[in-house]
């Protein structure tokens, strides 16, 4: 697993691209997997500030992309927010690939 911070600002669309390879830098193959991912306030929060699409452009090579809409960064809090993104492999096999602290930053035109 590896942590990665990043920055959302309200209002606008969020997209990012992540590449899954193994221990030796080969792509994996994740044609028939699919992804799950959301943003908190707190780890133990219920309230789930926003949940990501995932889309993979490319399977073979292992291309996922995961986004949010104007839309759900715009209903965000701002500030500091946690997120996770775990991989299911078709086998059923769930892995946390992916953590991280969101700054969300405060839309300011409406």
Do not use: C
Not at 35 to 64: C, E, L, M, W, Y
Not at 96 to 106: E, K, T, Y
């Amino acid at each position: 697993m590896a942590s990665h911070d990043i920055t959302i600002d309200q209002g606008s669309t969020f997209s990012k691209t992540l590449t899954l390879k193994d221990d030796q830098n080969v792509v994996i193959n994740i044609t028939n997997d699919t992804f799950r991912g959301q943003v908190r306030k707190h780890h133990s929060s219920t309230d789930i500030q926003a949940t990501f699409s995932f889309t993979i452009t490319d399977g073979p090579n292992g291309v996922v992309t995961w986004s949010l809409t104007d839309t759900q960064t715009s209903a965000m809090s701002s500030g500091k927010l946690l997120y996770d993104i775990e991989w299911v492999q078709s086998s059923g096999t769930v892995t946390r690939i992916l953590d991280g602290i969101v700054d969300s930053s405060p839309e300011i035109t409406r």
